[in-house]
Protein backbone atom coordinates (compact mmCIF):
# COMPACT_ATOMS: atom_id res chain seq x y z
CA UNK A 1 0.00 0.00 0.00
CA UNK A 2 1.26 3.32 -1.33
CA UNK A 3 2.19 5.74 1.59
CA UNK A 4 -0.12 8.75 2.46
CA UNK A 5 1.13 11.73 1.63
CA UNK A 6 0.13 13.34 4.61
CA UNK A 7 0.04 11.95 8.01
CA UNK A 8 -1.22 13.69 10.69
CA UNK A 9 -0.53 12.04 14.06
CA UNK A 10 -1.57 12.56 17.43
CA UNK A 11 -2.12 16.55 16.95
CA UNK A 12 -2.86 18.75 19.97
CA UNK A 13 -3.74 22.41 20.03
CA UNK A 14 -4.86 24.24 23.18
CA UNK A 15 -5.47 27.75 23.55
CA UNK A 16 -5.71 28.41 27.22
CA UNK A 17 -8.10 25.92 28.78
CA UNK A 18 -9.57 25.04 25.79
CA UNK A 19 -8.02 21.82 23.66
CA UNK A 20 -9.10 23.13 20.26
CA UNK A 21 -6.92 20.25 17.90
CA UNK A 22 -7.24 17.36 20.68
CA UNK A 23 -5.49 14.17 19.72
CA UNK A 24 -6.01 14.53 15.84
CA UNK A 25 -4.61 12.04 13.84
CA UNK A 26 -5.91 11.59 10.02
CA UNK A 27 -4.06 10.66 6.64
CA UNK A 28 -4.34 11.67 3.08
CA UNK A 29 -3.55 9.60 -0.09
CA UNK A 30 -2.10 11.54 -2.90
CA UNK A 31 -4.57 12.41 -5.13
CA UNK A 32 -7.51 12.67 -3.18
CA UNK A 33 -9.70 15.39 -2.07
CA UNK A 34 -10.12 14.72 1.77
CA UNK A 35 -13.06 17.45 2.81
CA UNK A 36 -12.81 18.66 6.70
CA UNK A 37 -16.24 19.63 8.06
CA UNK A 38 -17.77 20.26 11.36
CA UNK A 39 -20.06 23.07 13.36
CA UNK A 40 -18.72 26.35 14.19
CA UNK A 41 -15.59 26.57 16.59
CA UNK A 42 -15.34 22.41 15.92
CA UNK A 43 -10.89 23.33 15.14
CA UNK A 44 -10.70 23.36 11.43
CA UNK A 45 -9.29 26.59 10.56
CA UNK A 46 -6.71 25.81 13.99
CA UNK A 47 -6.11 22.26 12.55
CA UNK A 48 -5.29 24.14 8.56
CA UNK A 49 -3.49 26.74 10.11
CA UNK A 50 -0.88 23.55 11.79
CA UNK A 51 -0.92 22.09 8.53
CA UNK A 52 0.40 24.90 6.75
CA UNK A 53 2.61 25.84 9.23
CA UNK A 54 0.88 29.43 10.71
CA UNK A 55 0.35 27.46 14.09
CA UNK A 56 2.83 25.57 16.02
CA UNK A 57 1.35 22.67 17.69
CA UNK A 58 1.57 21.92 21.36
CA UNK A 59 2.13 17.96 20.32
CA UNK A 60 2.15 15.38 17.95
CA UNK A 61 3.75 14.86 14.39
CA UNK A 62 2.46 15.86 10.58
CA UNK A 63 4.41 14.19 7.91
CA UNK A 64 4.32 15.18 4.29
CA UNK A 65 5.52 12.55 1.90
CA UNK A 66 7.10 10.69 4.62
CA UNK A 67 8.78 13.08 6.63
CA UNK A 68 8.10 15.01 9.41
CA UNK A 69 7.76 18.68 8.53
CA UNK A 70 6.25 19.49 12.15
CA UNK A 71 8.88 22.40 12.63
CA UNK A 72 8.99 23.63 9.29
CA UNK A 73 7.62 27.16 9.13
CA UNK A 74 5.41 28.32 6.31
CA UNK A 75 8.26 29.46 3.56
CA UNK A 76 9.90 25.49 3.71
CA UNK A 77 6.56 23.73 3.73
CA UNK A 78 5.53 25.94 0.37
CA UNK A 79 8.67 25.03 -1.16
CA UNK A 80 8.03 21.00 -0.51
CA UNK A 81 4.64 21.42 -2.75
CA UNK A 82 2.42 22.33 0.48
CA UNK A 83 0.33 25.61 -0.04
CA UNK A 84 -2.92 27.19 1.58
CA UNK A 85 -4.67 28.72 -0.26
CA UNK A 86 -4.32 33.02 0.92
CA UNK A 87 -7.14 34.69 2.21
CA UNK A 88 -8.77 37.82 0.42
CA UNK A 89 -7.44 39.84 2.91
CA UNK A 90 -4.40 38.95 2.18
CA UNK A 91 -4.60 40.02 -1.51
CA UNK A 92 -3.15 43.19 -2.22
CA UNK A 93 -5.88 45.49 -3.72
CA UNK A 94 -4.31 48.29 -5.12
CA UNK A 95 -2.13 45.94 -7.27
CA UNK A 96 -3.35 44.06 -10.40
CA UNK A 97 -4.18 41.14 -10.34
CA UNK A 98 -1.54 39.57 -12.63
CA UNK A 99 1.08 41.80 -9.94
CA UNK A 100 -0.98 39.85 -6.72
CA UNK A 101 -0.16 36.07 -8.25
CA UNK A 102 3.82 37.14 -9.58
CA UNK A 103 4.10 37.98 -6.04
CA UNK A 104 3.85 34.16 -5.12
CA UNK A 105 5.65 33.04 -7.81
CA UNK A 106 8.24 35.05 -7.20
CA UNK A 107 8.28 34.17 -3.11
CA UNK A 108 9.01 30.64 -4.25
CA UNK A 109 11.62 31.01 -6.71
CA UNK A 110 13.45 33.05 -4.49
CA UNK A 111 16.07 35.19 -5.79
CA UNK A 112 16.21 33.49 -9.46
CA UNK A 113 14.01 36.93 -10.20
CA UNK A 114 15.60 40.38 -9.76
CA UNK A 115 12.97 41.59 -6.97
CA UNK A 116 13.84 45.28 -7.38
CA UNK A 117 12.14 45.64 -10.21
CA UNK A 118 8.26 45.80 -10.61
CA UNK A 119 7.01 42.69 -10.83
CA UNK A 120 4.50 42.69 -13.52
CA UNK A 121 8.16 43.36 -15.91
CA UNK A 122 9.82 39.97 -15.91
CA UNK A 123 8.81 38.24 -18.80
CA UNK A 124 9.24 34.81 -17.39
CA UNK A 125 7.40 35.87 -14.00
CA UNK A 126 4.46 37.46 -15.70
CA UNK A 127 4.52 33.95 -17.82
CA UNK A 128 3.97 31.83 -14.97
CA UNK A 129 1.36 33.94 -13.08
CA UNK A 130 -0.74 34.12 -16.42
CA UNK A 131 -0.90 30.35 -16.40
CA UNK A 132 -2.15 29.99 -12.85
CA UNK A 133 -4.73 33.08 -13.51
CA UNK A 134 -5.25 31.09 -16.87
CA UNK A 135 -5.96 27.91 -14.91
CA UNK A 136 -8.80 29.79 -12.99
CA UNK A 137 -10.08 31.67 -15.99
CA UNK A 138 -8.99 34.81 -14.58
CA UNK A 139 -6.62 35.58 -17.85
CA UNK A 140 -8.87 38.55 -18.92
CA UNK A 141 -8.64 40.09 -16.13
CA UNK A 142 -4.72 40.35 -15.87
CA UNK A 143 -4.15 44.00 -15.64
CA UNK A 144 -7.13 45.44 -13.49
CA UNK A 145 -6.68 45.93 -9.52
CA UNK A 146 -7.63 43.47 -7.31
CA UNK A 147 -9.96 45.80 -5.74
CA UNK A 148 -11.98 45.27 -8.79
CA UNK A 149 -12.75 42.03 -8.78
CA UNK A 150 -16.10 40.56 -7.87
CA UNK A 151 -16.16 38.84 -4.74
CA UNK A 152 -16.21 35.25 -5.83
CA UNK A 153 -13.23 36.31 -8.32
CA UNK A 154 -11.33 37.43 -5.92
CA UNK A 155 -11.62 33.54 -4.55
CA UNK A 156 -10.52 32.94 -7.93
CA UNK A 157 -7.33 35.12 -7.41
CA UNK A 158 -6.55 33.59 -4.30
CA UNK A 159 -6.72 29.90 -5.71
CA UNK A 160 -4.35 31.00 -8.45
CA UNK A 161 -1.84 32.64 -5.82
CA UNK A 162 -1.58 29.27 -4.19
CA UNK A 163 -1.46 27.65 -7.87
CA UNK A 164 1.32 29.73 -8.50
CA UNK A 165 3.35 28.16 -5.82
CA UNK A 166 3.31 25.30 -7.59
CA UNK A 167 1.88 23.04 -4.94
CA UNK A 168 1.37 19.45 -4.88
CA UNK A 169 -0.75 19.28 -1.58
CA UNK A 170 -3.52 22.30 -1.61
CA UNK A 171 -4.85 23.63 1.38
CA UNK A 172 -8.28 25.27 1.25
CA UNK A 173 -9.98 26.73 3.93
CA UNK A 174 -13.70 27.76 2.96
CA UNK A 175 -13.15 28.65 -1.23
CA UNK A 176 -16.72 29.21 -1.04
CA UNK A 177 -17.45 31.46 1.87
CA UNK A 178 -19.54 34.55 0.86
CA UNK A 179 -20.42 33.66 -2.32
CA UNK A 180 -23.47 31.70 -4.04
CA UNK A 181 -25.16 30.93 -7.18
CA UNK A 182 -23.32 31.92 -10.21
CA UNK A 183 -20.12 32.42 -8.38
CA UNK A 184 -19.99 29.12 -6.46
CA UNK A 185 -20.72 26.89 -9.19
CA UNK A 186 -17.56 28.52 -10.97
CA UNK A 187 -15.38 28.00 -8.27
CA UNK A 188 -16.49 24.19 -7.66
CA UNK A 189 -16.17 23.34 -10.88
CA UNK A 190 -12.71 24.95 -10.63
CA UNK A 191 -11.87 22.81 -7.56
CA UNK A 192 -13.23 19.81 -9.44
CA UNK A 193 -10.92 20.43 -12.35
CA UNK A 194 -7.72 20.86 -9.81
CA UNK A 195 -8.62 17.80 -8.08
CA UNK A 196 -7.57 15.94 -11.03
CA UNK A 197 -3.83 16.84 -10.91
CA UNK A 198 -3.37 17.91 -7.12
CA UNK A 199 -4.07 16.84 -3.84
CA UNK A 200 -6.59 18.92 -1.73
CA UNK A 201 -7.78 19.08 1.83
CA UNK A 202 -11.25 21.00 1.56
CA UNK A 203 -12.62 22.83 4.60
CA UNK A 204 -15.96 23.77 3.81
CA UNK A 205 -19.75 24.63 5.28
CA UNK A 206 -21.58 24.06 1.48
CA UNK A 207 -22.39 20.29 2.24
CA UNK A 208 -23.52 20.20 -1.74
CA UNK A 209 -20.05 20.88 -2.35
CA UNK A 210 -18.40 18.90 -0.01
CA UNK A 211 -20.49 15.35 -1.02
CA UNK A 212 -19.56 16.82 -4.85
CA UNK A 213 -16.11 16.80 -4.66
CA UNK A 214 -14.59 14.79 -1.79
CA UNK A 215 -13.77 11.50 -1.77
CA UNK A 216 -13.14 11.17 1.71
CA UNK A 217 -14.63 13.21 4.63
CA UNK A 218 -13.33 13.44 7.86
CA UNK A 219 -15.92 15.38 10.82
CA UNK A 220 -14.26 17.64 13.33
CA UNK A 221 -16.15 17.61 16.48
CA UNK A 222 -14.98 19.91 19.71
CA UNK A 223 -11.48 19.21 18.29
CA UNK A 224 -11.35 15.54 17.55
CA UNK A 225 -12.42 13.19 14.74
CA UNK A 226 -15.45 12.19 15.16
CA UNK A 227 -15.87 10.22 12.06
CA UNK A 228 -13.88 9.87 8.46
CA UNK A 229 -14.73 7.73 5.42
CA UNK A 230 -16.43 8.24 2.25
CA UNK A 231 -18.93 10.64 1.61
CA UNK A 232 -21.75 7.42 2.03
CA UNK A 233 -19.94 6.50 4.66
CA UNK A 234 -19.99 10.13 6.73
CA UNK A 235 -23.67 10.47 5.46
CA UNK A 236 -24.94 7.36 6.83
CA UNK A 237 -23.00 7.71 10.12
CA UNK A 238 -25.67 7.97 12.67
CA UNK A 239 -22.88 9.63 15.01
CA UNK A 240 -21.73 12.04 12.88
CA UNK A 241 -25.95 13.01 11.45
CA UNK A 242 -26.52 13.89 15.40
CA UNK A 243 -23.53 15.52 16.12
CA UNK A 244 -23.03 17.65 12.98
CA UNK A 245 -25.36 17.50 10.08
CA UNK A 246 -28.61 17.11 12.21
CA UNK A 247 -27.92 20.91 13.71
CA UNK A 248 -28.72 22.29 9.97
CA UNK A 249 -31.58 20.46 8.10
CA UNK A 250 -31.34 22.51 5.14
CA UNK A 251 -27.48 21.84 4.56
CA UNK A 252 -27.98 17.52 5.12
CA UNK A 253 -27.02 16.41 2.03
CA UNK A 254 -29.84 13.54 1.43
CA UNK A 255 -32.52 16.64 2.94
N1 LIG B 1 -5.74 32.48 18.42
C1 LIG B 1 -6.72 32.02 19.20
N2 LIG B 1 -6.77 32.29 20.51
C2 LIG B 1 -7.76 31.79 21.29
N3 LIG B 1 -8.77 31.02 20.85
C3 LIG B 1 -8.78 30.74 19.55
C4 LIG B 1 -7.78 31.22 18.64
N4 LIG B 1 -8.06 30.76 17.38
C5 LIG B 1 -9.19 30.04 17.51
N5 LIG B 1 -9.62 30.02 18.79
C6 LIG B 1 -10.80 29.29 19.29
O1 LIG B 1 -10.65 27.95 18.91
C7 LIG B 1 -11.90 27.38 18.55
C8 LIG B 1 -11.82 26.79 17.15
O2 LIG B 1 -11.68 27.84 16.20
P1 LIG B 1 -11.51 27.53 14.64
O3 LIG B 1 -11.52 28.85 13.96
O4 LIG B 1 -10.34 26.64 14.42
O5 LIG B 1 -12.85 26.73 14.35
P2 LIG B 1 -13.53 26.40 12.95
O6 LIG B 1 -13.98 24.99 13.01
O7 LIG B 1 -12.62 26.77 11.82
O8 LIG B 1 -14.78 27.38 12.98
P3 LIG B 1 -15.61 28.06 11.76
O9 LIG B 1 -16.30 26.95 11.05
O10 LIG B 1 -16.58 28.95 12.49
O11 LIG B 1 -14.63 28.82 10.92
C9 LIG B 1 -12.93 28.49 18.70
O12 LIG B 1 -13.54 28.35 19.95
C10 LIG B 1 -12.10 29.74 18.63
O13 LIG B 1 -12.70 30.80 19.36
Known amino acids: MTEPLLQVRALRKSFGALAVTDDVSLSVTEGELH ?16 LSGQL ?32 IT ?7 VLENVSLAVQARSGSSYRFWRPVADDAALSQEA ?7 GLADRAHRPARALSHGEQRQLELAVALATKPRLLLLDEPLAGTGGQEAEVLISLMRRLKDRLTIVLIEHDMGAVFALADRVSVLVYGQIAASGTPGDIRADPKVRA ?5 EEEGTPDA
Open 35 to 50: AIIGPNGAGKTTLISQ
Open 56 to 87: APDSGTILYDGAPITRLDMAARVRRGLARSFQ
Open 90 to 96: ALLPGMS
Open 130 to 136: MQALDEV
Open 243 to 247: AYLGE
